[in-house]
């Protein structure tokens, strides 16, 4: 029975949450995404008791492999150890939760260099063992849509057989890209690419499609349609979702991240059935240009927002190891 735009969202399409406080509603989430954000939204909801729990097991952890005297480790490579613990020690706590997958963040620092993605990918899935945590069938490695990040989940998806998910999409060239590498997954953001065209309002599209100047609804239909058109593997995660009515905009996709203020304000939304906006039936109409399909160039946009996301993803995940340097066990 649908009561409310939550329930009727959910008919449709996969609900992530970007974080667990859920005030004022029940909701049990199917899927879940861990990253350097999450880590730091961790601790500033539980604090201590994040520090001691879940830092402190993970930390504890990464000593062991390096707890001989007679072996050397340099203090980078001693927090990275540490990072992937963390990361893999909360990713195991949420496996517990979740019945779907979980996106797992992959160091985006690495970026622009595929074999090191790769090699981070089996790091992380060798902890993840550790954890009883089947990363082939539960895991979403996720890695930015760089060139060499899409080159990186082609080989991790295809010799590794990992699923991949191909995250700060904001073109439709990085996501066709990625649909013919056959990742589990392209996630492209919707307020980042709204937010670039409302400074750059001469670069909008001329699309006669009813969106207007929504470039970033605009850009997950037609990755979508896409995808659904040429009946590709692929699936779509839409996120950086701001408000109520972009969300029921792309009702049908595949996946969508929200937050818990977004989710809160869907349920309490009245609803009644109706088929969503986005179907394979419907991308079996649209129409795509040969540049759309086969571009092998960023648009200016797509350019300056994956280098603005790679910087910000970057930082917080050196705010998550200032944090794992300054704790007691961190030290040692």
Not at 76 to 93: D, G, H, M, P, W
Request: aromatic share 6%; hydrophobic share 40%; with cysteine.
């Amino acid at each position: 029975m649908i009561s409310n735009k939550l329930d009727w969202l959910g008919h449709y399409t996969e609900i992530i949450p970007d974080s667990f406080a859920f005030d004022g509603i029940q909701y049990q989430p199917k899927s879940a995404t861990v990253s350097g954000l999450l880590i730091l939204r961790l601790l500033e909801q539980k604090g201590q008791e994040f520090v001691d729990q879940e830092i402190s097991r993970a930390l504890s952890a990464s000593v062991e492999p390096y707890s001989s005297m007679t072996v050397s480790i340099q203090p980078k490579e001693r927090l990275a150890a540490e990072r992937r613990n963390v990361y893999c020690s909360v990713t195991a706590q949420l496996a517990r939760w979740v019945t779907g997958k979980i996106s797992l963040e992959v160091d985006p620092r690495l970026a622009n260099d595929a074999n090191l993605v790769v090699q981070e990918v089996r790091e992380l899935a060798k902890i993840l063992k550790t954890y009883d945590v089947d990363a082939k069938s539960k895991i979403l490695f996720k890695i930015p849509g760089t060139w060499e990040g899409i080159l990186a989940a082609k080989m991790i998806t295809l010799q590794e057989e990992y699923m991949c998910q191909v995250t700060h999409v904001y073109s439709m060239a990085q996501a066709t890209a990625a649909a013919d590498a056959k990742v589990a997954v392209v996630q492209p953001y919707v307020g980042r690419v709204n937010d670039w065209y409302h400074k750059n309002p001469d670069k909008l599209s001329e699309d006669n499609d009813g969106l207007g100047d929504n470039e970033g609804v605009r850009l997950v239909s037609k990755v979508y349609n896409f995808i659904k058109k040429y009946d590709l593997p692929t699936r779509v995660m839409a996120a950086s979702i701001r408000n109520t009515k972009d969300a029921i905009a792309l009702s049908g996709v595949d996946y969508m991240v929200l937050s818990p203020k977004l989710i809160k304000d869907l349920a309490m939304t009245p609803g009644t059935f109706e088929p969503p906006k986005l179907t394979p039936k419907s991308a079996e109409m649209a129409n795509f240009t040969p540049q759309e399909i086969r571009g092998q160039e960023l648009s200016e946009a797509a350019e300056s927002l994956l280098q603005d996301s790679l910087k910000a993803s970057s930082e917080t995940i050196e705010k998550v190891e200032d944090i794992l340097a300054n704790t007691a066990i961190g030290n040692l």
